[in-house]
DNA sequence: AACTCGGGGCA
DNA sequence: TGCCCAGAGTT
C-alpha cells in the first residue's frame, strides 16, 4: 500500500475533485439523524429523503415513534428496500431508545452500536455528524476507493480503512472527507470502469512501504 | 466468514 | 430486463 504521505495525497485530491458535497440525506435533529441514516443502509438518500417527512410528523420523537407498530410504520418504508427488516428494526431501535436512554440519542459508541439497526457505520456517523465526536463512517464507496487506490492492504477490512483514514487526513477534515469520498466512489471510482484513469492527479504519488 | 435480505438503479 | 448494490443481522 502507499505509505503515510502518498496515502494522504491521493486521499486530499480525491477529496478535492468534490470540495463541497455536502450530506444528502435531510434532518433537523438527532434522532431524525439516526433514523434516517439508519433507513439509508440499503437504499439511496435521496429514496429516504421521500419518506422521512411524512415519517417525521407522523412520529416526531423516539416516544411516539415507540408506540407504533411495525405494520403502521410499513406504509412510510414501502417504497424502501427491505421495509419489513426496516419496520422491525425501527421499531426495536425506538423502544430500546425508551427504556435503555429516556428517549435521548446515547453519545457513545458502544450504546449506539447496541441499538437495533444500527452498526458501526450508522454510529460513527451519529458520533461524528450528530455530536461533533471524532469518528469516521466507511461506507462501501469508501471501502473500495481505498482498496482501488491503494490506500489499504489488499483485503484491507472496513476497521482498517477507518483507522487508515483516521491516521492520514486532518481530523477536522474526517466529515468532509466523507462526504468527497462518497461522490468520488459514485461518480469517478465506479465498482466496475472506474474513470480514475481521467485523473492523472491521482497518480502522481504512489510510493509505497 | 459466509450468507441473507429485497426493491432501486443502472447496463 | 436482469444483475448488482449497501449495510446490518444471522448462522
Known amino acids: 500500500m502507499l505509505n503515510k504521505k502518498c496515502a494522504k495525497k491521493v486521499l486530499e485530491e480525491m477529496i478535492a475533485l468534490f470540495p463541497n ?19 439509508s443502509a440499503q437504499t439511496t438518500d435521496i429514496a429516504v429523503n421521500k419518506v422521512t417527512p411524512a415519517l417525521f410528523e407522523a412520529y416526531p420523537n423516539p416516544a411516539s ?3 407504533a407498530s411495525p405494520e403502521e410504520l410499513m406504509p412510510y418504508l414501502q417504497t424502501i ?9 425501527l421499531h426495536l431501535c425506538a423502544n430500546q431508545l425508551m427504556e435503555r436512554h429516556q428517549g435521548e440519542i446515547p ?15 450508522t454510529t460513527n456517523v451519529v458520533l461524528s455528524v450528530g455530536f461533533g465526536i471524532p469518528a469516521f ?3 462501501t ?3 473500495r476507493i481505498c482498496l482501488h487506490h491503494k490506500i489499504v492492504d489488499p483485503g484491507a477490512s472496513v476497521r482498517q480503512v477507518e483507522n487508515r483514514v483516521m491516521e492520514v487526513v486532518d481530523k477536522d477534515q ?6 468527497s469520498l462518497i461522490l468520488f466512489g459514485r461518480r469517478i471510482c465506479h465498482p466496475r470502469n472506474p474513470e480514475c484513469h481521467n485523473y492523472p492527479q491521482l497518480f502522481t504519488c504512489q510510493e509505497e512501504e
Open 137 to 139: 463512517a466507511v461506507d
Open 81 to 89: 428496500g427491505l421495509y419489513r427488516n426496516k419496520a422491525k428494526y
Open 141 to 143: 464507496h469508501i471501502h
Open 21 to 39: 458535497a455536502e450530506p444528502e440525506l435531510n434532518f433537523k435533529n438527532r434522532y431524525q439523524l439516526l433514523v434516517a441514516v439508519l433507513l
Open 107 to 121: 453519545s457513545n459508541r458502544k450504546d449506539l452500536e447496541a441499538l437495533a439497526g444500527v452498526g458501526r457505520k
Open 65 to 67: 415513534l415507540a408506540k
Open 174 to 179: 474526517w466529515i468532509q472527507a466523507h462526504q
